[in-house]
């Protein structure tokens, strides 16, 4: 793997981020708005490239400024290019000075933003139609080669440090341990920038919280332990769960689990650019309804991934849908089964939607496996 210390201290080509402004654009203009003011993280490193702290980012069809302090502006200069780069002390008095006379009307600002925020920024600008956008986050939905890139090396270590967790996985340890030594091992990774997430190591009954914190509950001899983790890398995230054995599982484990991953493999096959996101889940859900389990399936089956472990927008989710699948967007498929006071089965893929079906970014092993 290439040292990054060497590397361009930009993740994207130039043709790559002139792309995402022009795309970013012309969502501005499909929505009516004029211009963007953004502080989000994950926002202003998409259509910037800036991936430092303070941000701000201002959006309009003629201009993209990036407001940071004195500190970072060398860092913001060398992250991005063809992009102006300000440290005005007042930012949003200089954005009211560059749209004055511009002809805008309405500004957006993210979902994300906080009352207090959103309230200056009324103030600020209490001429114009201040209102929420998703443009940018609309534009992040289909990723590009290189993002699909950054998430499949995401996904390669977080399958090898999976691996080579399993063999410490045994009764009498506890949740918290098997979490530690996955977030040890990924400390490890001079090339990656975090865990994902968690990540989430469930055992036993405690799988029926779905999403459990670890805590101190020891593994014990029969348990099913779900592992629920991930690893970012250059910003992009990978995702995967995993159900695992200790010991020999009982019938009605081994049915649950044939179950899921049955119902896993009718998503996949009804993946497609073109598809209703909601059919996707339908597949998985009816199958898992006729097995006599529809009730235990409690959460939708699965979300856009990419700068968000949950890119906004996006799921395959229980409710009707009229959202409708691209190529090169990026999706968990990850049905499961959660039995109260007893066990719970989760498996979980990263796919990209391509023209005819899907790519699984995952190889790791989706039989059972049994420690």
């Known amino acids: 793997m290439q040292d990054r210390a060497s590397e361009d201290p930009r993740d994207f080509s130039d043709a790559e981020m002139n792309a995402r402004l022009v795309r970013t654009r012309e969502v501005m203009a499909a ?61 949003l008095g200089d954005i009211a000075d560059r749209l004055a006379g511009k002809g805008v009307k309405t500004i957006g600002v993210e979902r994300s933003v906080t009352h207090l925020a959103y309230q200056g920024i009324q103030e ?27 998430m499949r090396t995401a996904q ?15 009764p009498g340890v506890t949740e918290r341990f098997i979490r530690g030594r996955i977030r040890s091992r990924i400390a490890e990774i001079e090339q990656a920038d975090d865990c994902a997430f968690g990540p989430l190591i469930i055992a036993g009954g405690n799988a029926w919280e779905v999403h459990h914190k670890p805590d101190f509950r020891k593994v014990e001899p029969g348990d099913f332990i779900i592992i629920d983790m991930g ?14 054995c200790v010991g020999a599982p009982t019938d009605e484990m081994r049915r649950v689990y044939a179950t899921v991953k049955a119902a896993q493999e009718k998503a996949f096959a009804a993946i497609r650019a073109g598809e209703c996101n909601h ?45 409708t699948l691209e190529a090169g967007m990026v999706m968990t498929v990850e049905p499961g089964i959660y039995l109260e006071g007893e066990f719970g089965v989760r498996i979980e893929d990263v796919v990209v939607v391509t023209d005819d079906g899907c790519e699984n970014l995952v190889s790791f092993e989706r039989d059972l496996i049994m420690l």
């Open 124 to 150: 600020q600008f209490s001429e114009y139609d201040v209102r929420v956008s998703t443009a940018v986050e609309t534009a992040r939905m289909v990723k590009s080669a290189t993002e699909i890139s950054y």
């Open 31 to 91: 929505h009516e708005i004029d211009a963007l003011c953004l502080t989000g993280e994950h926002n202003v490193r998409y259509v910037s490239g800036f991936r430092g702290e303070p941000r701000r980012l201002l959006i309009t069809q003629s201009e993209v400024v990036v407001y940071t302090g004195v500190r970072t502006e060398p860092w913001a200069r060398a992250q991005t290019t063809g992009i102006e780069v300000s440290t005005a002390a007042d930012a």
């Open 156 to 170: 390669e270590m977080a399958e090898r440090v999976l691996s080579d967790t399993l063999p410490e996985i045994k």
């Open 231 to 244: 690893v970012r890398y250059r910003g992009y995230n990978s995702d995967m769960s995993r159900t695992l």
């Open 279 to 323: 059919a996707v889940d339908v597949a998985a859900r009816d199958h898992i309804e006729a097995a006599g389990y529809d009730e235990f399936f409690t959460h939708g089956l699965g979300h856009s991934i990419g700068l968000e472990v949950h890119d906004p927008l996006l799921g395959f989710g229980k409710a009707q849908s009229e959202d």
